[in-house]
Nanobody
Framework: QVQLVESGGGSVEAGGSLRLSCVVV?????????VAWFRQAPDKVRERVAA???????SYADSVKGRFTISRDNANYTLYLQMNSLKPEDTATYYC?????????????????WGQGTQVTVSS
């Protein structure tokens, strides 16, 4: 059974940094999967923050470009999100996600696996 286990959330002041990690368990095609981070704030739609494909190409939401960096460690089935210069509007529950298609693109409708979420709170 595939599981995505996030860690690294917490509370920081504006301008601070956090690093999220996600261990992907039992996804044996991990190295050919697109993986991503999504977030959802209260009363808002879940949005994709960043994605990294099997070829290591990355994409970011405009709101986080230049501040967040997504990376992956295929040898350890791990996904990371380095978040710098955090703002109060980054406050949300952050979810690790994996596209269930071979060499997919992490389109929201193609996400087959989700983590349980980790809370990030940024105070002003």
């Amino acid at each position: 059974q595939v599981q995505l286990v996030e860690s690294g959330g917490g509370s920081v002041e504006a301008g601070g940094s956090l690093r999220l990690s996600c261990v992907v368990v039992s996804l044996y095609t991990y190295d050919s999967a697109c993986v991503a981070w999504f977030r959802q704030a209260p009363d808002k739609v879940r949005e994709r923050v960043a994605a990294i494909k099997a070829d290591y190409s990355t994409s970011y939401a405009d709101s986080v470009k230049g501040r967040f960096t997504i990376s992956r460690d295929n040898a350890n089935y791990t996904l990371y999100l380095q978040m710098n210069s955090l703002k109060p509007e980054d406050t949300a529950t952050y979810y690790c996600a994996a596209d269930s298609r071979y060499r997919g693109t992490c389109a929201t409708g193609s996400i087959g696996y989700w983590g349980q979420g980790t809370q990030v709170t940024v105070s002003s």
